[in-house]
């Protein structure tokens, strides 16, 4: 699988993003994709996932309710909307796809695939 993200910019505090991710491949629907940033010096950090079954979600703390995880596995695509946007939501985010694991969703270890990153740049 090879995922391409996009939609990232600079942004003021309150406004919103759209991010993409595009995948290829033609078994996409088994995959559980999920969304990570990083800032530099820091790890990647959870944000959100949604599993391969019955599109269940779920976000880290800090970006629930204003945060939504959606797929559209016909045309292969995992999004991330992202509204009343923080400073602190800066960093590089990335798109990762994973196939089964023992692992948490949370845990970046758990994810095969991962796209090359967008940067969210949110200014106050």
């Known amino acids: 699988v090879q995922l391409q993200a996009s939609g990232g910019g600079l942004v003021q505090a309150g406004g919103s993003l759209r991010l993409s991710c595009a995948a290829s491949?033609?078994?996409?629907?088994?995959?559980?994709m999920g969304w990570f940033r990083q800032i530099p010096g820091k790890e990647r950090e959870f944000v959100a996932v949604s599993t391969w079954s019955a599109g269940v979600t779920y976000y880290a703390d800090s970006v629930k309710g204003r945060f939504t995880i959606s797929r559209d596995n016909a045309k292969n695509a995992v999004y991330l909307q992202m509204n009343s946007l923080k400073p602190e939501d800066t960093a590089v985010y990335y798109c990762?796809?994973?196939?089964?694991?023992?692992?948490?969703?949370?845990?970046?270890?758990?994810?095969?695939?991962w796209g090359q990153g967008t940067q969210v740049t949110v200014s106050s």
């Open positions: 990762a796809a994973e196939s089964g694991s023992y692992l948490p969703y949370n845990d970046p270890r758990r994810y095969n695939y």
């Open positions: 491949g033609r078994t996409f629907s088994a995959y559980g």
